[in-house]
Structure formats: C-alpha cells, structure tokens
C-alpha cells in the first residue's frame, strides 16, 4: 500500500491518506477483505499522529470502504470491488471531458455539487453494501 | 570545500554464462572435494590390505577418549568400516550437485559462491581425518600378536584433528576466491517524484503460503517423530537428543516467524520485520546501492521457501515465485524479498534512496 503526504498542500493530512488508500483501492491494488495496516504503523511510518491515520480510516469507514472492527483493524469491504468498475467509467468521464476542452477540476466540482444526498438513479438499485445496521447506524 | 561529491561505487556485475574462471573453480572443487578423497580411500584400503597379514585378530578397533583401546574385533572389520566411511563421506560432494538442479528452475547461467568452495573443503577435511585415523591406529597394532596388548597411544586419537583441519583449510585456499551472482531479469526501481515537503511511504507483507505451510508441517512431523523416537532409545543418548531437539525448535521457531514479515519502506529505509517483532531485517536509507524489481523464483535462487541464504551471498525472504524486490547494499548481503505490489514498493524504495543521497549531497556540501 503506498501513501503519499505532503504537508505542503492544502488538503488535510487524514484526507491525503485516505485519498492513497483510496486509490489503491480504485486501481484493484487493494481488494475486499485486505486488512489495511495498523493504525500505529502507518503512523510511525509517516511519523505522524496516530489519531490523523485513524481520522482518515474513519474517513474511508464513512464511505462504506472499509469496515472498523475493534481487535480485527480496518478491513475493506465488498465495495472495492464496485470501486474498480466505476473508476473505468470516471476516467472515461474525465477523458471526454477533456476532450471538450473542460478541466478536471470542472468536473470534481461538478460531481461534488450534484450531492450525495439525492435518491440513486432510477432504472438502477443502489450499490450493494453488506452491513450490519449498528454499524450503518454508527 | 568539495567541489564534486564522489561518485556512487556501481557494482560491475559480471555475465553469468561464460565466466572464464568458473570452469577453473569448477575443476578446482572436484579435485579438492572427489578426486583427493576418493585417492585418500584408495590408498589407504590398499595400505591396509598389504598390512592385512601382519595385524593381530583380533585387534583393537575403538578407543577411548583418553587413546585406551576398548573395543576389539577381527580386522576384517576395518577393512570394510574406513573405506566405505571415506566413500559416505566422499559422496557428501554431490550435494553440491543440487545446484544443476537449482540452475533449470530459474533463468540465467550458473552461479558460484563461498558455499561452493567450502563444502568441498570440507569433505576433504573428513577424508583426511578418517585417513590419518587408519594410518595411525593400524600401523600401530603392526606385527603384534594380539590388539589387548596395545599401549595407550593419546597422540593417535589427537593427531588426526588437527590433520583434519589443516586438511580443510589447504583444500579451500587451493580453490579459486570466485563469486559469481546471480544476474536477475529486474528493472531498476523508478523513484516517484515528490513535491519538496512530500513524503511517501509503502506498506505491505511477506506472507507465508499454503505450500510453504504444508512443507513446514511435513517438516514438523519429521523432525518430531525423530525427537520422540531419539529420547526413547536406551541407553539415552545426550548428544543425540540435544541435537534433534535443536532441530525440532529451529523448525518450529522458523515455521512460526516466517508466518508473517510486515515490511516498511519509509524515508529511514526499508524494514522486514516477523509479526512476532523477531527477526527483523532493516535496511537503512543511506546503505541502499540499489532498487530492483523483478521476477524471483525461490527454488531456483535459494533452494527453496522462507528466510534464506543464497549460494551467490544473498538473503532471501521468499514464499513464493512470482514478483518481489532486490535491495542492494553498501555493506552486507543483497536483499531479496517477494511482495505482492512490487512496482510501488520499488517505486518508493527507489524514492527512499534517491532521497539518502540526495541528503548526503547537501551534508558533503556543507562539510
């Protein structure tokens, strides 16, 4: 699992970490069921504060990839997989946006501002995610 | 002031297949660790058939530490037990006869280390140690007329030992000094370029196999049913048992580390550590020389799975064929490791080095 910081940018450290892990995640490099490293390893490894890596594991726990287990780490869940599928589809997006003379940047804000909170699009169910309602609760 | 930093040391690795030296050292082994031996067998069965009228019967054929002589028997039985120990001995010289075997399961020539001039040395040094243990032992029963009246002779039990060693360490200097490595099919890490206050780090595992575990436990049972056999023979020997419970531990303890390394590359450099926190191999930044990713085949490198020497000097820690790392180093023994993902961990190795000496640059700079 590679991960990349740097403390120079604007974005937020947990979200930088989350952003590698998530990547790698989209490029199958990271598949369902892996147990990401333990928080305090990445920590010392990146010399950093433990409680930023687990900030960003709750971050990716948040969008439903990975799962938080006390005793069992942060495993990934049965989304990767949906993960890799779409990312053939933003980059198709992304290459034909491109195409039209229209940024990337455009088209991340584009995305972020059709929200997340609108009903799945019709004619389609939502993607499945496997779990437990305390957990969807939490 | 410097004006220029010194040049890296690039190893000049040299081509595998046609060293002009190897058939040399080839040659050199055979003689040290078969032709002599074998000669040493030959003579001393010879010497020892022309004695045959001349010794007692029966005649003394064990001794005891302190050179008393406390077994006897018809001297037939030398006749038999030091040619055919000599023989047995001999024969150990074609272990180094796997590594034909090892050289068809990888691509790349031959490859020739330390290992391939020891162990030739040291069949010599047992050859001569049971040569020079006949020689003396026999000449001295010479025309007596029974082995019982032998006089306690120390220097035929000594003697022998240090024949031995020098033995052993003529045979390795007469060899060659030759080391061959292995020339791997691998690409140079390709460093990621980083923004000044970015860092990279990669995270991953050396996990064990299912083939590894079932060799592992086929090991287990081996070496547990030759303890519990070795510890129910009468009379208990001390030896026997010390040794094949070392070996039942060692098997153990190795089965159970190489479950798991968790290895760490970070700007320090690179880390494999055994999920039990021993053993733990460390790489530090500034002693990388090199970053290679590539094909590794274990059996055909190493002789088989798990943490391990190789006959060119390299340490492995391989579980199965496929990709993994080559780390060379400044001082020590490259490193080779199979890791699932190989490219970004190379990729951030190569950075993590890169980095080193970019920092060593600035320091000599400054200095």
Known sequence: ?138 | MTDAPTPEPTPTPTPASAHPELPRAKAAARIVGLYVPLGLVVVQTTLYLLWLPRLPNPMAVHWSGAGVADGFASPMLGLVMFPLTGLVITALFFTTKLQDVQNRLRPGGDVWGPLNRLIPAIVLSAGALIFTLNLLTTTAQLDLANGRDLAPNLAAMVIPYPVAIAAGVLGYFAQPKLRIAYEADADAGEPIELAAAERVVWLGAITATKPYLWAMAGALVVASASFIWIVTLRPVSVVAVAVTGVALVAVLVLTLVSMRFNVRIDERGLEARSFLGWPRVWVPAESITSVEVGEIHPFGEFGGWGWRLSTDGSVGIVMRTGEGLRVGRASGRPLVITLDDAEAAAAALATTMQHARAQRRIEGDHS
């Open chain 1, 1 to 138: 699992m590679l991960i990349r910081i740097d403390e120079a940018s604007e974005r937020a450290i947990y979200a930088q970490i989350a952003d590698s892990v998530r990547s790698d995640i989209a490029a199958g490099k990271i598949r369902s069921g892996t147990t990401l490293p333990a928080a305090k390893r990445l920590a010392e490894a990146l010399d950093i504060n433990v409680h930023t890596v687990l900030r960003a594991y709750q971050q990716l726990r948040d969008e439903r990839l990975v799962d938080l287990r006390r005793g069992r780490g942060a495993v990934v869940t049965s989304l990767a997989e949906t993960l890799v599928e779409l990312s053939g589809e933003v980059r198709a997006l992304v290459d034909r946006a491109h195409a039209l003379g229209v940024s990337q940047e455009t088209v991340a804000a584009m995305v972020a501002g059709i929200g997340g909170q609108g009903p799945p699009p019709a004619g389609r169910d939502p993607i499945p995610l496997q779990f437990s309602k305390e957990q969807a609760a939490a």
